[in-house]
C-alpha cells in the first residue's frame, strides 16, 4: 500500500467517524459534505493534515529551541534564510512551474529534465561565486553574521531546488499524500536538529543544518515514488525535445524567474534591512514575530495554495468557464478563515510571548502587531495568486519590481528618519497590505480575460 494510500484511508475512517457527528446536526453535516466533495477542498484537507503535524511540532519545540539559542543567533538563521530563498530561485529559472501545463505527460517529463540539468548548472555557477567572489559578495551587503557558514548556502542552494522540482511533478499528479508525508518529515527532522544541535551548543550553525532539513527532508519520498511512477517516459527525455519544450515556455525564465526573484526579494528584504539599519538581534525579534503571525495561517495558506493550483491548472487545461467563481470563493473563505486565526493570537502576543518563549524574547510579542495586518491580507491573497497560469506573467514581473521599490523606498524612509523599529515594521507592513490588493485586482483582471478569450473561441 502506498503512502497516498495510507493517508487516504486513515481520512477515510475520520470521515466516517466525523459524519456519524455531524449528521445530528444538518447545518454541519452540509459543510462538511460540501468539503469531503469539494476536490480543492478534499485536496487542502490531505495536505493540511500532514502539515498540521508539522506545525504542531514546530509550535511544541519552538519554546525549546528559543531557550537554547539567542536572539542573535535567530537573527543569524534569518539572514541565512532571506539570501537562499532569494538566490534559490535561480535554481532551475522556474520551469518547475509549467509542470502543471503540458497535456503529453512526454513533455512534462522534459520539462523536469531540464530542470535537472539548469539545478546542476546553477549550483555549479554559485559555487564558483562563493568560491571566487565570496569577500566582495560580504562587504557588499554586509553579511558579516554569516561569514563563517557561507558554504551553508551551497548545500541549501541544491538541496531545496531538488524538493522544489519534485514536490511541483507530484501537484501536477495530485499526489497529495506523498507531498503530506514530506512535510511530516520535514517538521520533525528540522526541529529534531536543532534541539539536539542546540543543547550541544552549535550555536547559529545548529539552526541553520535543521533549516537545511527543514527544506530537503523528503527528496527521497517524492523521487522514489517519480522513477516507480514514470521510470519508462524518462525514455521520452531527449535534448530536441528539451529544447522544445523550453521554447514553448520560455516565459517562465523570460517573465516569472525575474518576477519571482524580485517578489522574494520584496519578501526577504525586512531581515537584510533590519540588519543594516539595526543589529541582529532585532532581526531575531523580528523572525520570531513573523513566525508567530505567519504560523496559525500557514497550514491552511500552504495547503489551499497546492491544492487551488491543481484545480485551478486543471481548469485552465480544460478552458473552463468556472474560473472565477473557483477564485472568488476561495479569497471569502480564506477571508472568513483568516481574520480570526491570525488576529486574535497576534493581539495576545505582547502578554503571552515573555511567558512560552522566555523573557529575553518580550520584544518580539509587541512586532507583532504591525506584521499581523499583512499576514491576514497575505493569507488570503498569497494561495490564489497564479498569475503565469491565465499567461500573464508579465504583470506579475511589474508588480513584483513595484512593490519590491516600494518596500526599499519605506525602509530607506525610516532609515533617514530613524524611527523605531515598531514604526518601520508599520510602514513595512501597510506597503504590503496595498500591494496585496492590486494583485487581487490583477488576478481578477486576468480570469476576466482568460474567460472572455472562450466565449470568443466558442462563438467563432
Known sequence: MTISNQLQG???????????IVNKNAHTARLFNYI????????VLVLGSGTAVAQLIGIVT??????????SDMGVLAVYSSILAIVGIGATLRYEFAYALPRENEDAINLFGLSLILLCITTTVFALILLFGRDLLMNTFDLGALEHYIWFLLIGFFGMGLYTMLNYWAVRQRDYGRITYTKINQGVGGSVCKILLGIFSFGPIGLIIGQIVSQVAGVTTLARAMWKKERKRFKAISLSRMLSVARTYKSFPLFNFPASIVNTMSLQLPPLMLLALYNSEVVGYYALAHMLVVLPGSLISGSMGQAYLGEASKMVRERSRE?????VRTLKHLTIIGVPLIGIPALCAPFI?????????A??????????????VNFVCSPTSFLHLYGYNNWKLVFDIIRTLGVIVGFYICKLLVVDVFITLLVYSTIAVIMYFVMIRLNLRAISNFTRSIQEQTQK
Open 363 to 376: 520584544e518580539a510579542g509587541w512586532y507583532c502587531w504591525p506584521l499581523a495586518v499583512m499576514a491576514i
Open 323 to 327: 474560473l472565477r467563481s473557483l477564485y
Open 10 to 20: 486513515t481520512l477515510a475512517r475520520l470521515f466516517l467517524y466525523l459524519t456519524a
Open 62 to 71: 519552538a519554546p525549546i529551541i528559543t531557550r537554547l539559542y539567542t536572539p
Open 353 to 361: 510571548v515573555p511567558f512560552i518563549f522566555g523573557a529575553a524574547w
Open 36 to 43: 469531503v466533495n469539494n476536490p480543492l477542498y478534499r485536496g
